[in-house]
C-alpha cells in the first residue's frame, strides 16, 4: 500500500486530489492543513487529517514518518488582490517546502512534488494585452511576480537543488490560475473566475446592473479547470521525467471576455465599473504547452466555458443555500483590498 500525504489539503487543489485517492484502496492517505479541520473545503473519514502548522520542522518531521509519496500544495496565497497586499505572508511560505524538502530527506520518501505557479515567469514577457504562451524557459532570467513569485521561483530552485544533491526524486508544475467549484468566491483570496461568476450572480439575485471589475478588462489570462489540473498533476507526478511543467491553458481571453461569457451562462447582462486602482497583476498571460505535450502527453479538456459553467452553478448554490459562505469565503486576512 502507498502512502501518499497531501499537504494543503483543506485548500482547492489538495482536496480535489485528496477526493480523488481518497477512492483508491491501494493508498494510505495522510491530509494536512494549517486550518481548523472544520473549515477545510474538503475532508474524507478514510483519511488521516491533521491541522498543523508546516513552518514548523517538527511538524514536517512528524507528518512525513512513513510516507512514500509527498505532495505540497500549502502555501499562503490567493488572487492578485491577496498576493500584492501580503508579499511577507506569500514570502513565508518557503518555510513550508524548506521543512518538508529536509524531511522528505529524514523520512526516506520516495518522490515529492511542488506546485509552483505561473507567478514566476518574467514579467517583461507579459507586458501586451495578448502575449505569446509562457514556455518553461521564459522563468529566466528571474524577474517573477513580487513576494509569492520569487518564492515560487526559488522552492523550485531547492527542490532541483535537493534532487541533484541528495537523490531526492522531485516533480514540479507551475499552475495557471485553476479554477472550479469547491474553492473559494469571496473574502479577498479569491480569482478572476470565482469573483466575477459571484458578481453577476449577485447582481441578477439583487436586480443590479453593475458590478465593479478590477483594471480595465482588457487584461488577458488563460484560466485552467481543476479536473484538468488534477490530472495534469498526476500526469506529471507519475511520469520519469525530472523537470518543471506548465499545467496551464493555451485559451487567453481577456477579463472583458470571460465576463460576457459568464453574462451568457447568467443569461443575465452588466455593465462594467472599471477600478483602475485594484491589483492587476501582469497586463498579459497564457500557457504554451508544447513542452508538457510532448514529453508527458498532457493537454487540458475542458473549454472555458464547460469549466465556467460548472464553477457558476456551483456558486450560485452555495449563495442561496448560504450554508457554506463562511468556509469559502472568509478570507482569513488583514489587508484585503474589497
Ligand atoms: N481577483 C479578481 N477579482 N481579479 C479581478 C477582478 C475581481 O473582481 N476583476 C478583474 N480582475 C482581474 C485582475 O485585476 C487581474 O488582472 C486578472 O483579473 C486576474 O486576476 P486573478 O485571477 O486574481 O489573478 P492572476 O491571474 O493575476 O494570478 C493568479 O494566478 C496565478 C497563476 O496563474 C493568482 O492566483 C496567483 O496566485 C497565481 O499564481
Known sequence: M???????????????????????????????????????????????NYSLDLKDYDNALKVTQGV???FNFACNMGGMGFIENNKAECMLSVLVNTNLLRAAII???????????????????????????????????????DGYGWEKLFSERMCRHFSEDFGLETRVVR????????????????????????????????????????????????????????????????????????????????INEMIQIIEEIADYKVKKNYQLDKPKGVRGRSSDNSYVEKKIGW?????????????YLWIEQQIHSGSNIEKFCKGNIEKITE
Open 175 to 254: 499552475y495557471h490560475n485553476i479554477y472550479g467549484p469547491i474553492g473559494t468566491f469571496d473574502g479577498g483570496r479569491e480569482k478572476a473566475p470565482a469573483a466575477l461568476c459571484r458578481k453577476i450572480i449577485l447582481a441578477k439575485k439583487n436586480k443590479e446592473k453593475i458590478i465593479d471589475v478590477w483594471g480595465d478588462g482588457e487584461q488577458t489570462r488563460s484560466f485552467l479547470y481543476i479536473d484538468d489540473c488534477i490530472k495534469g498533476t498526476l500526469d506529471v507526478f507519475e511520469s520519469n521525467k525530472q523537470d518543471v511543467f506548465n499545467i496551464g491553458s493555451e485559451e487567453q481571453v481577456s
Open 107 to 145: 523520512n526516506k520518501c520516495k518522490k515529492f512534488f511542488f506546485s509552483s505557479s505561473a507567478c514566476v515567469y518574467n514579467s517583461l514577457k507579459q507586458n501586451e494585452t495578448f502575449v505569446k504562451g509562457l514556455r518553461e524557459e521564459d522563468a529566466y532570467p528571474a524577474d517573477p511576480e
Open 299 to 311: 493537454k487540458p479538456d475542458f473549454t472555458l466555458r464547460e469549466g465556467l459553467e460548472k464553477t
Open 68 to 70: 512514500d509519496y509527498i
Open 2 to 48: 502507498a502512502k501518499i500525504l497531501i499537504c494543503g489539503a483543506g485548500g482547492f487543489i489538495g482536496g480535489h486530489l485528496a477526493s480523488k485517492f481518497i477512492l483508491d484502496d491501494k493508498i494510505k492517505l495522510i491530509c494536512a492543513d494549517i486550518k481548523p479541520l472544520e473549515n477545510w473545503f474538503q475532508n474524507f473519514e478514510g483519511s488521516s
